[in-house]
């Protein structure tokens, strides 16, 4: 994705070039993520410029998340915090109307995101989780590398805007971080293609996003409210709906504790793995993102793959 840059920064690349040999100017911003992800294109984008904060770094679903006080302090000691949105994040509702100062970025409505609807789920509803609890958009826009591209665009034009001096610098980090996604895109195709035509159920709507992007024959998942354990008839219609798809895998998460997947594999050929979409596993930082997307592919192609 190419930017379009204020002309502005023309002038403000001769002037770092000139002093370039003295290394990289600070950010003069305090910066934070609210999730790994995010965090992770945050920290790719500032590069060597300095390190953002990280609120939710444990497996917690955003979802569901009351903050601790030493993350409201990241959050209090920063001029910026970038976030999904309210629909992931619903801790952000009461920080954006306490007028403390600290900048909310929403990424899920930068330019060039791609945003899908909820899909309903797998099978009949029942009365207690016939409901997402969290409106109709899907907020998981960083599983699709194209919604990273544009985030990370987004990320280095919002930091421009708050430290012109190191403006360059932003530019330059979200254009590698977008070379970068390209491939990783093109490596993950081909990892799936030999699998993309079998069907898989997922625990929770969480991976509609990479599903659209590779083109994966997923049914849609178990759950509409992942924190509502789904009644017996609907596990009997769960179950009923796996033998008939012929249905592979059953994708569970490790935000959730989902037990109950046990007991909708009962009488069916279906295998069970998980799959992360938060990186709960992986180190934080500028790398995170890439790696999260390849082992959630890796475990996608295994699982899929297996007799």
């Known amino acids: 994705m190419q930017s379009l840059r204020p002309l502005i920064r023309i002038a403000a690349a001769a002037v770092l070039a000139a002093g370039i040999g003295a290394g ?37 679903s955003p979802h569901v998340t009351a903050l601790r006080p030493s993350q409201a302090r990241i959050i209090e000691d920063s001029d910026i915090v970038f976030a999904v949105g309210e629909g992931l994040e619903a801790f952000l509702h009461s920080l954006m109307e306490s007028g403390n100062g600290t900048k909310v970025v929403a990424l899920a409505e930068a330019p060039g995101i791609e945003l899908l609807d909820y899909r309903e789920a797998a099978g009949e509803e029942d009365d207690h989780d016939g409901k997402h609890g969290h409106g109709s958009i899907d907020p998981h826009i960083w599983l699709d590398p194209a919604n990273g591209k544009a985030m990370a665009d987004h990320i280095a034009n919002v930091l421009s805007a708050a430290d012109p001096a190191n403006a360059p610098r932003y530019d330059a980090n979200a254009e590698a971080v977008s070379r970068d996604l390209d491939a990783l895109e093109s490596e993950i195709a081909a990892k799936l293609a030999p699998v993309k035509e079998r069907p898989f159920l997922v625990f929770h709507d969480a991976f509609a996003y990479f599903e659209a992007r590779f083109g994966l024959n997923g049914l ?7 924190e509502t354990p789904p009644g017996a008839r609907r596990l009997m219609e769960i179950r009923r709906r796996i033998g008939e798809s012929h249905a592979a895998c059953v994708f569970s998460e490790p935000q959730f ?51």
Do not use: F, W
């Open 257 to 307: 504790e989902i037990g109950y997947v046990t007991t909708v594999l009962e009488s069916t050929d279906a295998r069970t793995a998980s799959l992360d979409p938060l990186g709960v596993t992986i180190a934080a930082g500028p790398g995170a993102y890439r790696q999260m997307l390849t082992e959630l592919a890796d475990r996608l192609a295994v699982c899929l793959a297996a007799n």
């Open 220 to 226: 849609g998942p178990i759950v509409l409210n992942p």
């Open 24 to 60: 990289p100017a600070l950010a003069q911003i305090r910066v934070a993520a609210t999730i790994k992800p995010i965090h992770s294109l945050v920290a790719a984008v500032m590069g060597d410029t300095g390190e953002p904060g990280l609120i939710l770094e444990g497996p917690a």
